[in-house]
Every structure is written in C-alpha cells, then in structure tokens.
C-alpha cells in the first residue's frame, strides 16, 4: 500500500524566518479565510503567480525561490492533514504565523520578484540547509530537494541532456522522474543528488518563446507510520521540480565598426607664371621650381601648359624635377635686335596643376543584426584598418548590452584579437542555471 508525502526543502525560509518576527505584513485574507485548507491554497496560489511572472522576467532566483514555497505549503499540508479542515483561527500562534509571514514573505516577492535579501539568503541556503531542516517542526525527516541543476534548459546539439536533482535524503529508496507521461530512472543516486540523464528529443522548445517545464521527482521510502513499516509498507514521495525553457536564439547582435579610410582633398586649379628677361649676348637661363603648399603635394598628372609669350627666348619643363614635392621650369633669354637698336630678350610661361591631401578618416559601418543561437559559434574577420569596434546584444528577455571589445555579457562572449581583427561570439550559459 502507497501513500503520498509532498516534500520541498525553502529556499525562502531566510526571509521567512526574519518575517516571523514581525506580524504587521499578515494579510487579512488568510485571516478571514474559513479553513486551514482554504489559506493553504492561497498560498499555492501565489506562489504559482509569481512562479509565472519570474519565469516572464527571466528571473531564475524568484522562480526557484516560488517553486520551492509552494513546496514548504505543501509539506505542511502532508504533516498536518488533521487540522486542514479547521478553522484558521483555531490554529495555534506558531501555526497561524506560519502561513501569515509566508504569504507575506510571497507577497513582497511579488511585489519585487527579486531583492538583495533574497540573494543573500540563496547564497546561504547550502550552510544552513540541514539546520531548516532540523527546524522544519511541521514535518518528519524524509527526501528533501534543494535545487536542479540546470534549472534553465537551452536548445542544444547534444542527444542527451543530464538533470541533476540536489537535496538530502534522496537515496532512502528507489527514484524516478516524470515529465510529459514520461518516466526516467537516475543514472547516479547518492544521499545528495539525483542524476538523470534524458533524451534531447523530451524536450520540446517553442522557438519564438520561453516555456515553463514542469516535472516531479518521485522517491519511494519506507514508511513513516511504524506499524506500516512493520509490514514492509512503503510511499512515494513526490518532490516538484521546474525548469525555464528558452528559445533557440540567446538573442541578436550588430556590429558597427569604424575603418580609418585615406581621404584624399583635392584642391582647385592653381597656375603660375613662368618669366625670365636677359640682355647677355649669350643665351642664359632661370630654373625656377613650384612647390605646393605646405601639407599638400603635387598632382604631377595635372601639370599642363597654359599660355606663353615674349621675344629671343625659350623655355622647358624639367621631367627629372617633376615630383609630388614640386617641379621645376628652365626659362632662357637673350638680348635681341629691335630695329638699329638693342634690347633683351624676353619669354613667359603660365603652367596650371592641382594639389592633393591625403588623410584618414574615420568611416562608420554598421552590420545587419543577426541571430546568435544557443551552442553556436560566430566568427567575423573585421578589415585590416578597422579602428574601433562596438557590439551591442539584444538577448531573448529584451535587454541590451554594449561592448567596445572583448567583453563578457550577460548571455554572450565576446572576443576581439586587435591584431587580427577577428572577432568571435559565442552564447554565455550562466553558471547559476
């Protein structure tokens, strides 16, 4: 003959136990609630709530936190099945403080999903798991489930998914796990962990939305009544476990990197007159040269003639001064006859070029978003004169993060090599899930 013992060791208990002393938070309804049975599931209720909107806000810590609650309300259902049928305010003190502050401890989580107190008191819930437990004067001693690890579920390429059930007292007996109509034996049992290992196929996962995933950790002990067990009697004693099953997609990234481009300015056209006067009997000759302005060079394939003109003289462009730094011009005159008299000769040029400058600048791109799915590994090659870089993510509950290079993220890795210009990113798997 089975019987059946709900079992659920409180991660809230902490924030309980500091509420006990305060009766100021009570809510009237559990008060006015006609029987035991009737604030118990009050209580469930709440703590289904919150279960759901932690699960909507990505909030691990509430919704283990609500999971395990709703667990401690039924733990004491089990162990005062006689009274369920009273009237609330037939209960003793202790009795009626139980569900007051922990509908209050539930309410203000609601209110808050999640506060600095309560990520204290699951930060030390492993150091004083055996004293609640000690404590827990609403219930015998028997299978207690701390937490699962993982407690988030992510699509993955792997056959298998192993589940490990943590808590205290789990081998007093045989074990197993449902979910789904399925039912999974342990591949490992120890006095603290259960360890399942189930198909990847069990799992489905919505691909546009997350999912609550429900299952329950049966562990069948001898029982607790003596005259039973006498008998060789025994009971299943069902432990509530949940998961938060994510989409495929750990969320979108963009990428938006600046390059340092040569720019090249271009000036208008610039000219120049060329002049040289001579009286010399002989042919003599100016060099002159052309610089550009300070900063600026010399666009050597736009040097061209523009204009010339004078009387006994000649000129030429020297090719073995023509360079971006400047050219040169060699103008020559001699003295002339003009009617019975003499003078000097003469010659002018005009030349035209342009002048260039080249700099850098900075040129912004910005990539596509695109999906980063959950196992996947993405590797970018940047160009060669990238300059800066800037990551932003977008994961699947909303929130966005920015990163100016290797960087790690909420739920993604980021890793940028400045010598390469390769930049790889990868999901990020919290270690608390």
């Known amino acids: 003959m089975n019987a059946t013992i709900h079992r659920s060791m409180p991660l809230l208990f902490l924030l309980i136990l500091t509420s006990l002393f305060s009766m100021n938070n009570a809510h009237a309804v559990i008060t ?6 009737a604030s118990a599931e009050i209580v469930k209720a709440e703590a289904n709530e ?3 909107a932690a699960a909507n806000r990505f909030d691990w810590s509430a919704m283990r936190a609500a999971n395990e609650a709703r667990g401690l309300i039924e733990q004491w259902q089990v162990a005062n099945r006689g009274l369920l049928d009273h009237a609330f305010k037939s209960l003793d003190g202790s009795q009626q403080a139980f569900f007051e502050n922990l509908d209050s401890a539930l309410q203000n989580l609601h209110k808050d999903l999640i506060t600095p107190e309560m990520d204290r008191a699951q930060k030390s819930v492993d150091q004083v798991d055996q ?3 000690d404590l827990a004067w609403w219930a ?11 407690s988030v579920l992510t699509p993955t390429k792997a056959t298998t998914i192993t589940v490990r059930v943590i808590g205290l007292s789990l081998d007093v007996g045989p074990s197993r796990m449902t979910m789904d109509a399925q039912t999974y034996s342990p591949i490992g049992t120890t006095p603290t962990e259960l360890k399942f290992e189930l198909p990847a196929s069990a799992i489905a996962f919505s691909e546009a939305s997350h999912q609550l995933q429900r299952a329950t950790v049966t562990v069948t002990r001898p029982s607790s009544a003596w005259y039973r067990r006498v008998f060789g009697s025994t009971e299943d004693v069902p432990l509530n476990i949940a998961f938060l099953k994510l989409p495929p997609s750990a ?7 600046t390059t340092m481009e040569t720019m090249r300015a271009v000036s208008d056209w610039k ?10 009997l002989s042919r003599s000759c100016n060099m002159q040269m052309q610089r550009p302005e300070p900063g600026w060079k010399i666009d050597i394939h736009s040097i061209g003639y523009v204009t010339e003109w004078g009387a006994s003289g000649s000129y030429r462009i020297l090719p073995e001064w023509i360079t971006p730094e400047g050219f040169s011009v060699s103008v020559c ?17 005009v030349y035209k070029w342009r002048e260039y400058h080249d700099h850098d600048e900075p040129v912004p791109h910005i990539a596509e978003a695109k999906s980063l799915l959950w196992g996947s590994r993405l590797v970018e090659k940047l160009p060669d004169n990238t300059a800066s870089i800037e990551i932003t993510f977008e ?6 993060q920015a990163a100016a290079g290797t960087a790690r993220l909420s739920y993604a890795q980021i890793s940028y090599a400045k010598d390469t210009k390769q930049l790889t990113i990868e999901p990020r798997v919290p270690a608390n899930w």
């Open 140 to 150: 015998d001693h028997g299978p207690v489930v701390l937490r699962t690890s993982p």
């Open 50 to 52: 919150i279960m759901d």
């Open 271 to 280: 000219q120049r007159e060329f002049y040289y006067k001579s009286g010399s």
């Open 333 to 349: 005159a001699e003295r002339r006859r003009a009617g019975f008299n003499w003078g000097p000769g003469e010659q002018h040029v």
């Open 32 to 37: 006015e609630m006609a029987t035991v049975a």
């Open 251 to 257: 969320g979108t990234y963009k990428v938006a990197y």
């Open 131 to 133: 004293l609640v437990r």
């Open 395 to 400: 994961d699947f509950a909303g929130n966005s």
